[in-house]
């Protein structure tokens, strides 16, 4: 008898059980897939058994978000996606800056934060000899695509030449778009820019800070394609619509290009 | 206050309604819209009523006065300003002993919920533009100036909203109007977060008993509460 | 926020071929013109040309004329360069460019006649109206002359003059009639862009232009007043091109300025 009555209990606490796993799942997920935007002080979870991440703060038992963006939750840590803010340079982010100082044992780079990075003349694949005239490397209002290699709390913030990647950028342009649209303009496994640059036959370099250089006869088309992405960053199915875009410009330059050889026969 | 009061505005309270026809302890219209200002990293447009403010939000950004900066956090610039053609008087451009007192406090009332740790050495900058004055510029330009912050992804332990609670023909009123606010007996700005509901802006003139005060306190907070849903509405129609 | 060096080369080099938004070397973005938006001021305009947006609005005071003109009625044009628009305008007095753009503007309005100060008179040598059009940027994307003249004489031309109490104060509920206006004048202004000229130009366009010629016409197609700008010289055949398309653009954005200012008195 007693053993009858503990098996349905066994199976009632199993059957909750997997209830709650279920329950705790949807609700994750529905975290993570809803993107409903949070502003700064909603209150994200009540609860010790999270982790503040990105853009959050804890008070007490309760995580509140401290910006402007979509909740993430991964695991145990709780997180806001930005939708806009100023970019926060963190150590391996590739950027684009501009050098603004030639010391005499480094230089000034502008990547459009308050604080100009540093490139030290240690961080150049070259070896360079004291009181050696630096601007023969890099002078001002040269374009250097580096990863950063340092920031300090004091936001002492330092680059690098030496990685494989980095490099000085010749000609082109550069357009700016918030940092917080970047990985929507690279896309999931760089789909995104690789199309965008596939079509557009453009040289393209997307760095962390929002600045993206671009070199090619079809530059205008190129800007206009990333400004779109940036402006339709939270669309779904973006890349198909991205890519439509793309192939009916290119069709309309293509007629165009022919009518103009054409009255040119004529 | 004004001792030569109107005829018409003497009475302002008539069967439990005021001249514009709100009950005691209602808000006026408010409207906002964020994103108003493409040059700026954040900024809102607000109307309560007939007051109209504009918010721009720029930095984080090097620190201009360079004397001025702090190594440790973030130092927030407020510009409050009331445009010449606001008032019916026009105001003569530039900065007055009133306009100053008033960045100040507002900078007071915003400092507290921004988290200026996070960007140590730099300047975030905030103007104030009042476009059209008809009372309670100051809290309509914090509840603004909240919402362009928060558009600017500068991080907030949470919304700051203002309001103010008068006292006309003896009677408790939130939010005055003009002539609310020119022949009424007192006026009592305050401005809230959203998260605690504590007091980051509290001025007053006129004359409130201790019972009065203790009301007009807890009618505040009540009253400032459709103020961060209309913040939030705002700001979340905008990324729709 | 200042151009980059590369993106500054890029638009000099182009400018012959493309501009960065497409548009032609003549041709002004769309110009949208709205009035009665300040219910405090007696007269008010919002100008928008693309992206640069501003608000022109006149208040009327009385006060003592001028010793040399005693029956003439004051105008006076103040524009404030609002840290709203750019964090490139700082706090403080008046710098050159606010000063100059006021300037331009109230040169444009005063020296075309515009208003009949011998109407403005109410006691010849004690009692005169003061009409001040304050001018506001509230977006600063460029050509913020042309913005600024069109929202003052849009202001002036809904304005409407109060009534005058008889203790001589003024009651700005009622009113006497509109501002005696004669003249719409509207500044045009072009640049020289790497020896192109180019009208109508954005922030960055300015910022790489060599030199700056305003250009104000009045109706009857003769022009009011000029300002030349910016650092380098300028060719006769340039200047007289530039007035050339002032007189022409300047027709179509009047009869605009007409057309807002009817519909606004129905």
């Given at each position: ?29 529905d975290i993570?897939q809803s993107n409903k935007i949070v502003l700064p002080g909603d209150i994200l ?10 853009g959050t ?5 309760t995580?509140y978000s401290k910006i402007l963006g979509i909740l ?8 806001i996606i930005p939708l806009s803010g ?92 918030s940092?917080s ?50 402006k339709l960053s939270h669309k ?31 | ?21 709100r009950t005691?302890d209602e808000l006026r219209p408010v409207k906002i819209k964020v994103g108003v200002i493409p040059?700026a990293d954040g900024s809102a447009y607000i109307e309560i009523g007939n007051t109209k403010v504009l918010a721009a939000v ?48 507002t900078?007071?009332a915003l400092?507290?919920v921004i ?11 905030l103007?104030l533009?009042i476009i059209q004055?008809d009372?309670g510029t100051r809290a309509t330009a914090i509840t603004a100036a909240s919402v362009a912050l928060a558009h600017a992804g500068i991080p907030m332990k949470g919304l700051v909203a203002a309001t103010a ?9 939130v939010d005055?109007n ?12 305050i401005a809230m977060i959203s998260t605690n509901k504590n007091?980051t802006l ?17 009618m505040a907070k009540k009253a400032i509460e459709p103020l961060f849903e209309a913040q939030r509405a705002a700001l979340q129609k905008y990324y729709k | ?266």
């Amino acid at each position: 008898m007693t053993s009858i009555k503990i098996i349905p209990k066994k199976e009632d606490t199993t059957i909750k059980n997997t209830n709650e796993k279920k329950e705790n799942k949807t609700e994750n997920k529905d975290i993570e897939q809803s993107n409903k935007i949070v502003l700064p002080g909603d209150i994200l979870v009540e609860s010790i058994d999270f982790l503040t991440g990105y853009g959050t703060y804890r008070d007490g038992k309760t995580i509140y978000s401290k910006i402007l963006g979509i909740l993430r939750k991964k695991e145990h840590v709780i997180s806001i996606i930005p939708l806009s803010g100023p970019y926060s340079p963190k150590p391996n982010d590739f950027i684009i800056g501009e050098v603004a100082y030639v010391g005499y044992s480094n230089w000034k780079v502008n990547f459009g934060h308050p604080n100009d990075a540093t490139l030290p003349m240690s961080g150049v694949p070259e070896f360079i000899e004291n009181g050696a005239d630096l601007s023969k490397y890099y002078k001002r209002g040269d374009l250097l695509f580096a990863p950063i290699d340092s920031v300090t709390k004091n936001m002492i913030i330092q680059i690098t030449m030496k990685d494989k990647r980095a490099r000085k950028l010749f000609g082109g342009k550069i357009i700016s778009i918030s940092s917080s649209k970047v990985p929507r303009v690279i896309g999931k496994d760089g789909t995104m820019i690789a199309q965008i640059k596939n079509k557009t036959g453009c040289v393209i370099n997307v760095s962390q800070n929002g600045r993206i250089w671009i070199k090619g006869d079809n530059e205008p088309l190129a800007t206009k394609t990333i400004k779109m992405v940036e402006k339709l960053s939270h669309k779904k199915g973006l890349t198909e619509i991205i890519s439509k875009y793309l192939d009916e410009e290119l069709k309309q330059m293509g007629i165009k290009t022919q009518k103009s050889e054409d009255t040119e026969k004529q | 206050m004004a001792s030569n009061i109107p005829e018409k505005y003497k009475t302002l309270i008539k069967n439990n309604k005021r001249i514009d026809g709100r009950t005691l302890d209602e808000l006026r219209p408010v409207k906002i819209k964020v994103g108003v200002i493409p040059s700026a990293d954040g900024s809102a447009y607000i109307e309560i009523g007939n007051t109209k403010v504009l918010a721009a939000v720029h930095g984080p950004k090097e620190m201009f006065p360079r004397h001025m900066i702090n190594e440790d956090r973030a130092v927030l610039n407020v510009r409050y300003a009331m445009l010449p053609f606001s008032t019916s008087e026009r105001v003569r451009p530039g900065p007055s002993r009133r306009s100053n007192e008033i960045s100040k406090v507002t900078r007071h009332a915003l400092e507290s919920v921004i988290f200026l740790e996070e960007y140590p050495g730099m300047g975030i900058d905030l103007t104030l533009d009042i476009i059209q004055a008809d009372a309670g510029t100051r809290a309509t330009a914090i509840t603004a100036a909240s919402v362009a912050l928060a558009h600017a992804g500068i991080p907030m332990k949470g919304l700051v909203a203002a309001t103010a609670i008068g006292k006309i023909n003896d009677r408790l009123a939130v939010d005055l109007n003009g002539p609310e606010d020119n022949f009424g007996q007192t006026d009592m700005p305050i401005a809230m977060i959203s998260t605690n509901k504590n007091i980051t802006l509290l001025q007053m003139d006129g004359d409130f008993s201790k019972e009065e005060f203790k009301t007009a306190l807890s009618m505040a907070k009540k009253a400032i509460e459709p103020l961060f849903e209309a913040q939030r509405a705002a700001l979340q129609k905008y990324y729709k | 926020m200042t151009l980059l060096y590369q993106n500054m080369q890029y638009i000099r080099n182009n400018i012959a071929k493309n501009r960065e938004d497409g548009r032609t070397s003549e041709q002004f973005r769309d110009i949208t013109i709205e009035t009665g938006i300040i219910g405090r001021a007696e007269g008010s305009a919002r100008v928008k040309i693309g992206d640069t947006e501003i608000i022109a609005g006149v208040k009327m005071e009385i006060g003592t004329p001028f010793p040399d003109s005693p029956g003439e009625g004051i105008i006076m044009v103040n524009s404030e360069f609002s840290a709203l628009a750019s964090p490139d305008f700082e706090n403080g007095p008046p710098r050159e460019d606010s000063i100059e753009l006021s300037r331009v503007v109230d040169r444009g309005i005063r020296e075309s006649k515009t208003v009949d100060v011998e109407k403005l008179c109410i006691e010849k040598g004690s009692k005169v109206w003061m009409v001040f059009v304050d001018i506001t940027i509230v977006n600063h994307d460029g050509n913020l002359i042309d913005a600024a003249g069109i929202g003052a004489i849009t202001a002036l031309l809904t304005a409407q003059i109060p009534t005058i109490n008889e203790d001589g104060t003024l009651n700005r509920e009622e009113f006497v009639g509109s501002l005696p206006i004669k003249e719409i004048p509207v500044p045009i202004t072009s640049g020289l862009i790497n020896n192109t000229i180019i009208t109508d130009m954005t922030k960055d366009e300015t910022e790489c232009s060599d030199a700056i010629f305003t250009v104000t016409t009045i109706e009857n197609e003769n022009y009011c007043a000029m300002q030349k700008a910016g650092p380098s010289e300028m060719t006769e055949k340039q200047m007289l091109d530039i007035a050339n398309i002032a007189q022409k653009e300047s027709k179509k954005i009047r009869s605009a300025i007409k057309a807002t200012v009817k519909k606004h008195k129905i």
